[in-house]
């Protein structure tokens, strides 16, 4: 029943999604108009994929580090997109792709500095570091991205802080693409992961006996989410990299 | 100024768009002088009947709105850099790059040339195919 309701709020969400916007398109003509196909459309199937992978990608911390209040953002990940990004942004890195990727990149590298946190205790991951570390990244990212976007010129300002509040205004079937591609082979290993993640519940120690792998489970369940909620992060922004003012 | 003001225009259908920034969208609605200045020139500005200088829009609401040309502040012929991107190709005069470029020294404030500026923007949109 729980499904059958969420089918419903998805397929209710999407139709709002299409048929309500700015500009009204009447109902007879929705199947040949292109404001829905080439605007409405992919924005809505983005934020749906986008929203699912932090979902899935949230689930999966919220097992691994035991604690419901995790979530993708708390692990340093958006700081380090932000910086990435409001890097590309000051330094006028030149080409599409380069803020997106910029942003992934930041991503990355502060996931890969808390998980090198994280095994600071030995070689597990502790839930307890893996937390504190990710605040603390996050919050240096945080504060190296507020004097970059003080020292910035008015253009970059307006730029840096579009991006960080971020939109799906730029939304393509391109951006649906890359998630489409990008995305499957992390959501494959957290779901793969859900059981041994089920054991962790009870502990590690009890997981181990049960049979669960636990040290390579915390990697591997740490690395995809990473990874998703990067490519989740940095996807919307792929085309809203070129701003040009008159 | 005034002999262009009380001269009819050259009755045109042709309609345009003030495009003055891409993200979010800012066009020039009435009130604005870009905005008379395509009515003396026989344009119709697609957003006349928004009574601010400039407004924030969406971009399918310009889509919507379908102009003819899309007129840039620019010293150069080179489409803007958003004319590449997915979402602006739903714009007709975008995906047809149908811009207008007018040089920001004549164009981007009132002043002595203004009436050069009127009659430079007639001759490019007759001369427009």
């Known amino acids: 029943m729980k499904y059958v309701l969420l089918a419903a709020a998805l397929l209710a969400t999407l139709a709002a999604a299409l048929l309500l916007g700015p500009a009204n398109v009447p109902l007879g003509e929705v199947l040949a108009s292109p404001i829905l196909w080439q605007l409405r459309l992919p924005r809505a199937v983005l934020a749906f994929l986008v929203g699912g992978a932090l979902g899935a990608s949230g689930v999966a911390l919220q097992a691994l580090v035991r604690n419901p209040l995790a979530d993708p953002f708390l692990l340093g990940l958006s700081g380090g997109a932000g910086l990435g990004a409001v890097v590309a942004i000051a330094l006028h890195l030149p080409g599409p792709w380069a803020l997106p990727l910029a942003a992934f990149v930041g991503a990355v590298g502060a996931m890969a500095l808390v998980y090198r946190l994280g095994l600071i205790g030995g070689a597990e991951l502790d839930p307890r570091i893996l937390l504190l570390g990710g605040v603390a990244v996050g919050a240096f990212a945080a504060a190296v991205t507020t004097a970059i976007v003080s020292l910035a010129e008015a253009t970059e300002l307006r730029n840096a802080f579009l991006w960080l509040w971020g939109g799906f205004s730029g939304a393509s079937w391109t951006t649906v693409l890359v998630i489409l591609v990008y995305a499957p082979l992390p959501l494959i290993v957290l779901a793969a992961a859900a059981r041994p993640l089920d054991l962790l519940a009870l502990g590690e120690e009890p997981a181990q006996y049960l ?9 591997v369940v ?14 919307p922004s792929l085309p809203s990299c070129c701003v040009d003012g008159a | 100024m005034d002999s262009l003001a009380s001269q009819p225009p050259t009755p045109s259908t042709r309609s345009l768009v003030f495009i003055v920034w891409d993200n979010p969208p800012i066009v020039i609605g009435a009130g604005s002088y870009l905005d008379r200045l395509a009515a003396l020139a026989g344009a119709r500005n697609v957003f006349h009947d928004v009574s601010s200088p400039s407004a924030q829009v969406s971009i399918e609401t310009i889509a919507a709105r379908d102009p003819d040309f899309v007129a840039v502040l620019t010293d150069s012929a080179v489409p803007p850099r958003y004319a590449t991107r997915p979402e602006w190709r739903v714009v007709r005069a975008v995906r047809t790059a149908r811009f207008l470029f007018l040089p920001g020294q004549l164009f981007g404030r009132p002043g002595p040339r203004a009436a050069e500026a009127i009659r430079e923007l007639r001759r490019r949109l007759e001369a427009a195919p």
């Not at chain 1, 049979?211 to 990697?219: E, H």
Request: contains cysteine; proline residues 0%.
């Open chain 1, 211 to 219: 049979g669960a792998d636990v040290r390579r489970l915390k990697r």
């Open chain 1, 222 to 235: 740490y690395l995809s989410a990473s990874l998703l909620t990067a490519a989740a992060w940095a996807c």
